[in-house]
């Protein structure tokens, strides 16, 4: 099935989980709770989305700088517009948060001198150095709200404690085998490539020979060889660290100004806390996790903060709308903008480069 048709449907079935939702909490109560937006307090939460996406931007142009020479040129409006086309095609291809990374540096690899494999690893330095930022401001977040409250620990609470600790522990053994079991990582790749050529292959021809092996192991080894020059130098590391900290910090505000333009507040310590949380479980196939991370969202905030559950899902919406749609009308005006388009997006796989170095032509899963 082509991308696009993907996409298509994912949206479709997206909108009815949503609505479907919405009609069960009941439309007329939610729309009285809109009613009520304070439009400049909701407005600051689209200028912190457009301030975090410009930090995640920065923090993976210090890298890119440090892995190649021709590097040293990305910067200015072209290299922010083909950021946001990634990060376009990242919210609106199903689970296209598990390829974030390859979007992203796609879509740079077009728009400016960085190769595609260099463009991959700096993108992959920066996509576990965001994780790690969003772990680290939901354990501050957790932290404060265990101090802070006097009440039992409820099971939704224990559950989002136990989901948060799985996720870490697995991201934590990610970390380690991609950067250490490097010998383990190409043999996976090289099964799963093969996998690819078997199936998927037999319909593309483009397809397979880019899912060859001996392509697909000198894309590997150009990637690692990227990878530990963006880890070698630290001092980037830490910049784009702080970069990223400070831009998760800036895009989880619209939760905290949704909220409170409707009159009804919650604790910003939660915000850190179950945000970053529902992000890293969530496994809702639909684009941008849609239907399933509203209903988690407004549950927690209706046990956990003391809302009702239409004041809860009005909330909800209006984050989502800054949080999400937001970022994909931004996306979407960068992508026309630039030479980013959804079908040309290449397999995780499968390189941009020949084995000479020559451009090859992306192997979609467009055909």
Same mark, same amino acid.
């Given at each position: 099935?082509?991308?696009?048709?993907?996409?298509?449907?994912?949206?479709?079935?997206? $909108?009815?989980?949503?609505?479907? !939702?919405?009609?069960?909490?009941? =439309?007329?109560?939610?729309?009285?709770?809109?009613? /009520?937006?304070?439009?400049?307090?909701?407005?600051?939460?689209?200028?912190?989305?457009?301030?975090? &996406?410009?930090?995640?931007?920065?923090? $993976?142009?210090?890298?890119?700088?440090?892995?190649?020479?021709?590097?040293?040129?990305?910067?200015?409006?072209?290299?922010?517009? #083909? *950021?946001?086309?990634?990060?376009?095609?990242?919210?609106?291809?199903?689970? @296209?948060?598990?390829? @974030?990374?390859?979007?992203?540096?796609?879509?740079?690899?077009?728009?400016?001198?960085?190769?595609?494999?260099?463009?991959?690893?700096? #993108?992959?330095?920066?996509?576990?150095?965001?994780?790690? +930022?969003?772990?680290? %401001?939901?354990?501050?977040?957790?932290?404060?709200?265990?101090?802070? /409250?006097? @009440?039992?620990?409820?099971?939704?609470?224990?559950?989002?404690?136990? @989901?948060?600790?799985?996720?870490?522990?697995?991201?934590?053994? #990610?970390?380690?085998?991609?950067?250490?079991?490097?010998? %383990?990582?190409?043999?996976?790749?090289?099964?799963?490539?093969?996998?690819?050529?078997?199936?998927?292959?037999?319909?593309?021809?483009?397809?397979?020979?880019?899912?060859?092996?001996?392509?697909?192991?000198?894309?590997?080894?150009?990637?690692?060889?990227? &990878?530990?020059?963006?880890?070698?130098?630290?001092?980037?590391?830490?910049?784009?660290?702080?970069?990223?900290?400070?831009?998760?910090?800036? !895009?989880?505000?619209?939760?905290?100004? /949704? *909220?409170?333009?409707?009159?009804?507040?919650?604790?910003? #310590?939660?915000?850190?806390?179950?945000?970053?949380?529902?992000?890293?479980?969530?496994?809702?196939?639909?684009?941008?996790?849609?239907?399933?991370?509203?209903?988690?969202?407004? +549950?927690?905030?209706?046990?956990?903060?003391?809302?009702?559950? =239409?004041?809860?899902?009005?909330?909800?919406?209006?984050?989502? $709308?800054?949080?999400?749609? !937001?970022?994909?009308?931004?996306?979407?005006?960068?992508?026309?903008?630039?030479?980013?388009?959804?079908?040309?997006?290449?397999?995780?796989?499968?390189?941009?480069?020949?084995?000479?170095? /020559? =451009?090859?032509?992306?192997?979609?899963?467009?055909?």
């Amino acid at each position: 099935m082509r991308r696009s048709v993907r996409v298509v449907l994912g949206f479709v079935l997206a $909108l009815l989980a949503v609505g479907g !939702f919405l009609w069960i909490v009941g =439309p007329r109560q939610i729309l009285a709770e809109l009613t /009520s937006v304070e439009p400049v307090t909701y407005a600051a939460g689209f200028l912190a989305v457009v301030a975090a &996406f410009y930090c995640w931007s920065e923090a $993976l142009r210090r890298l890119l700088v440090s892995v190649g020479d021709a590097s040293g040129a990305v910067g200015g409006p072209r290299y922010r517009a #083909a *950021f946001m086309s990634g990060e376009f095609l990242k919210q609106v291809v199903p689970m @296209g948060h598990s390829g @974030g990374p390859v979007f992203v540096s796609y879509a740079v690899s077009r728009e400016t001198d960085a190769p595609y494999e260099e463009a991959l690893a700096a #993108a992959t330095v920066v996509e576990f150095v965001n994780i790690a +930022a969003s772990v680290v %401001l939901a354990g501050a977040g957790l932290g404060v709200v265990l101090l802070t /409250s006097d @009440g039992p620990v409820t099971p939704l609470f224990a559950a989002l404690l136990v @989901g948060f600790t799985v996720a870490v522990v697995a991201l934590g053994v #990610a970390a380690l085998v991609v950067n250490s079991r490097r010998a %383990l990582v190409e043999r996976l790749v090289l099964r799963v490539a093969g996998v690819g050529r078997a199936t998927v292959g037999r319909l593309s021809g483009r397809l397979r020979a880019a899912l060859a092996a001996e392509r697909v192991a000198a894309t590997f080894g150009t990637y690692y060889a990227a &990878f530990d020059r963006a880890l070698a130098d630290r001092a980037q590391v830490r910049r784009a660290a702080g970069f990223s900290l400070l831009g998760w910090a800036l !895009f989880l505000a619209p939760m905290y100004t /949704s *909220f409170r333009a409707i009159g009804e507040p919650v604790p910003y #310590a939660l915000v850190l806390f179950v945000v970053p949380v529902l992000s890293l479980v969530n496994v809702v196939p639909l684009p941008g996790g849609l239907g399933g991370f509203e209903a988690a969202l407004a +549950a927690v905030v209706v046990a956990l903060a003391g809302l009702e559950l =239409p004041a809860a899902t009005a909330g909800v919406v209006l984050y989502r $709308l800054s949080n999400y749609w !937001f970022v994909v009308l931004l996306g979407g005006l960068a992508a026309t903008w630039t030479s980013t388009r959804l079908t040309g997006a290449p397999s995780p796989l499968a390189p941009l480069t020949d084995a000479d170095g /020559s =451009p090859a032509e992306p192997a979609t899963d467009g055909e």
